[in-house]
């Protein structure tokens, strides 16, 4: 199995960045899609950004495509989300997920982390 745990949450105002860090448990990771998804009070979970651990191709939604970059440090099992400008819209609980193919939806996905909070204010 795939253990993750996000960190890099928590409140910014409307227009900040933060970057958000997912760490996984071991290297077999390495041949995983790895994701990062959102869930905002009252919505479903939402697909935000993924890529290959081994490439260059990267996924992005399109509510956030040119706001977010998604890259990854093979060698410590972490991927990482840095989000700009953002926006109030952009609250929610951030979740990273792995995959052994590729996924943009969230039952796509075969591991999850527990979260990290993103609050944006006004």
């Known amino acids: 199995q795939v253990q993750l745990v996000e960190s890099g949450g928590g409140l910014v105002q409307a227009g900040g960045s933060l970057r958000l860090s997912c760490a996984a448990s071991?290297?077999?990771?390495?041949?995983?899609?790895m994701g990062w998804f959102r869930q905002a009070p009252g919505k479903e979970r939402e697909f935000v950004a993924a890529?290959?651990?081994?490439?260059?191709?990267?996924y992005y939604a399109d509510s956030v495509k040119g706001r977010v970059t998604i890259s990854r440090d093979i060698a410590k099992n972490t991927v990482f989300l840095q989000m700009n400008r953002l926006k109030p819209e952009d609250t929610a609980v951030y979740y990273c997920a792995a995959s052994e193919r590729f996924s943009d939806s969230a039952p796509g996905m075969d591991y999850w982390g527990k979260g990290t909070l993103v609050t944006v204010s006004p």
């Open positions: 890529l290959r651990w081994s490439g260059t191709v990267t």
């Open positions: 071991g290297r077999t990771v390495a041949t995983y899609f």
